[in-house]
């Protein structure tokens, strides 16, 4: 297909009907999908900060950064 003969066509979404059920049942898969990516997060920012706090020495007990 040529391109001189594409033509652009562009969509503008006015509404969406959904059922009010529906939209709350998505809402609640939602929240139910967010608490594992929550854990794994809070996980990864723990062992970030174990392994920075093991290189520079760091401390939240001792005033910050000791020698």
């Given at each position: 297909m040529?391109?001189?003969?594409?033509?652009?066509?562009?969509?503008?979404?006015?509404?969406?009907?959904?059922?009010?059920?529906?939209m709350?049942?998505?809402?609640?898969?939602?929240?139910?999908?967010?608490?594992?990516?929550?854990?794994?997060?809070?996980?990864?920012?723990?062992?970030?900060?174990?392994?920075?706090?093991?290189?520079?020495?760091?401390?939240?007990?001792?005033?910050?950064?000791?020698?």
């Amino acid at each position: 297909m040529n391109e001189t003969n594409q033509t652009r066509q562009e969509v503008v979404v006015v509404d969406v009907r959904i059922p009010f059920t529906s939209m709350v049942s998505l809402m609640v898969k939602w929240a139910i999908a967010a608490v594992p990516a929550v854990l794994i997060l809070f996980l990864l920012a723990g062992m970030l900060s174990m392994l920075f706090g093991g290189i520079f020495h760091w401390s939240m007990w001792r005033g910050g950064m000791t020698s």
